[in-house]
């Protein structure tokens, strides 16, 4: 069986780990992966795409409401921009689990497989260091 992914996850040998599993799986795993690098990235660190990643979110001089719906809205723009797998992409906060620097979000969408569109969930755990993790 083929394991899905993009040409530079095929190149780094990324798809050893999705053997075996079938395609709507092996392409959301994909998906996950690049949410994870797309939202571990800060704005204006790619110089041929200066809109490309996230603004600091540890920089917000608002209020706690004000700066979560301001990154949820920089995320949804981001993914439907940069994440052509995934549409009508919707983010929730998570709650915060008493850790002030960390931030959880879920993503909700549509994804696409093979011509066939499904609905997705992932969650994405934004930490102090800057480093998002997310998983299905």
Do not use: C
């Not at 599993?21 to 800060?42: E, I």
């Not at 490309?52 to 301001?70: K, T, V």
């Amino acid at each position: 069986m083929t394991a899905y992914g993009s040409l530079f996850e095929r190149l780094a040998g990324d798809l050893d780990e999705r053997r075996g599993l079938g395609p709507a799986a092996s392409v959301q795993a994909s998906v996950a992966a690049h949410l994870a690098k797309m939202l571990s990235t800060r704005a204006g660190s790619v110089q041929t795409l200066p809109d490309y990643g996230l603004p600091d979110l540890n920089n917000m001089r608002l209020s706690l409401h004000d700066a979560l719906s301001q990154a949820r809205e920089a995320i949804e723009t981001f993914i439907e921009r940069y994440e052509p797998r995934l549409s009508q992409v919707r983010v929730l906060a998570l709650p915060r689990d008493g850790d002030p620097l960390r931030l959880a979000f879920s993503l909700e969408g549509w994804l696409e497989v093979q011509g066939t569109k499904r609905q997705i969930s992932f969650t994405a755990h934004l930490d102090g260091s800057g480093q998002v993790k997310v998983g299905a």
